[in-house]
């Protein structure tokens, strides 16, 4: 699997950053380690997942990749490998 988090900062980062950088780590999910809460995934367009991959994923990620056609070959979804 092909996926990226969101790169995470550090409790050392958060205390040094301005309010502003703060509420911009937060909005691109770079505090979510930090917080506790799940760290998003971003797919790139040659991502293929497995079934196993999905059970561990939010459905917010799910739909994610099925719209980068992460998930294009579960469904069966040939031109996701031979670009037919």
Not at 45 to 58: K, V
Request: no cysteine; charged share 25%; aromatic share 2%.
């Amino acid at each position: 699997m092909t996926t990226q988090q969101a790169p995470q900062r550090d409790e050392a980062w958060a205390k040094a950053a301005s309010p502003q950088e703060v509420a911009r780590a937060h909005a691109a999910g770079e505090l979510a380690e930090l917080l506790g809460a799940h760290v998003p995934r971003s797919f790139s367009p040659d991502t293929q997942l497995s079934d196993n991959d999905l059970r561990g994923m939010t459905p917010g990620e799910i739909a994610k990749a099925v719209e980068a056609g992460a998930v294009d070959e579960l469904l069966g979804r040939n031109n996701a490998v031979d670009g037919v």
